[in-house]
DNA sequence: ATAGGTGTTATAATAAAAATTACAACTAAT
DNA sequence: ATTAGTTGTAATTTTTATTATAACACCTAT
């Protein structure tokens, strides 16, 4: 890869302490299931948890969602961790000197904006409960969503 | 990784050849206004031109576009120069071995596609007389659209 | 105290894109 | 026919956003 994965990455989190509350949070068993490393785990961990996504203390492995599941949109996650980076990039090394070159770009960004603006609706009609919805479906009634501990 | 600007450069190049139809449309020319190389304009070119959107003969440096400025969409050229490269992208590097992390990105696939759509949906909305017009507005009527061999 | 965690920074490695090079093939002019 | 200029395309190098990794201060709980 070297997509940004960095928003499919925070949803796979952010389901993973939903659907694995009672298991083994640390940052180490999270990146085994996402097959990453601790440390950016956490990074985006620390991202999540300055959108006032989840909660966390350090030095304590016990993350969670700090809001419900049918409250945090994708659109949420998106902005928390890639921020306001659009989807579609203008090419900005357009030779200054040529009046269609720069022109046509600022006449594009116009257009990029509201496509950006679409996504974004769309995004924001998604929520954390669609994804584990979708999720429960295809593994049906159980899937492989129990941890080691969580069987009771 | 770079961010990718053949779709902002495609237009470029599209609307170059629309306003100076009788300048000089070398790749050289066309090169200057976008400040890259020759050789990668033509590599867009090549695209634009495999997807019937502008007409070329070798050898011969009058590109012409393949049809009505209003009957080309920037999602026909975005097929043209980003195939069907979805703009979120899947982690699919998850550990096989957890359940969780496989299904997810399989549940996330599903709403990345409804996005993909609307976000299609919205590109073929735009074509490149809507962005054209909108240079124009910029620019003012004439703008810096002449190129020298176009004075009369 | 000790073990095991988090939070954060700094640096290296990876990979997708653009930049560049090179040249065969074509066009037009002479 | 030769020449100058151009396109079309493949191969290679450079650039840069992203992920991977290492290191360590600081916190929690036993």
Do not use: W
């Not at 640390?26 to 991202?47: D, G, L, W, Y």
């Not at 409250?71 to 040529?98: M, Q």
């Amino acid at each position: 890869m070297k997509y940004s994965t960095k928003l499919s990455d925070a949803v796979h989190i952010l389901s993973f302490i939903a659907l694995k509350k009672d298991s083994d949070l640390t940052s180490q068993a999270i990146a085994e299931s996402v097959k990453t490393n601790p440390a950016f785990v956490r990074q985006i961990m620390s991202k999540l948890k300055k959108s006032g996504l989840i909660t966390t203390v350090r030095g304590h492995a016990r993350p969670s969602l700090a809001r419900a599941e049918d409250e945090i949109s994708l659109l949420d996650i998106y902005r928390a961790v890639e921020g306001d980076k659009p989807l579609l990039h203008l090419d900005t090394h357009t030779n200054p000197e040529c009046g269609v070159g720069v022109n046509i770009q600022y006449a594009l960004q116009d257009h990029y904006d509201k496509i950006q603006q679409s996504i974004e609706k769309e995004m924001s009609q998604v929520t954390l409960k669609d994804i584990i919805d979708s999720f429960h479906k295809k593994t049906g009634s159980d899937g492989d969503i129990r941890g080691p501990k969580a069987s009771v």
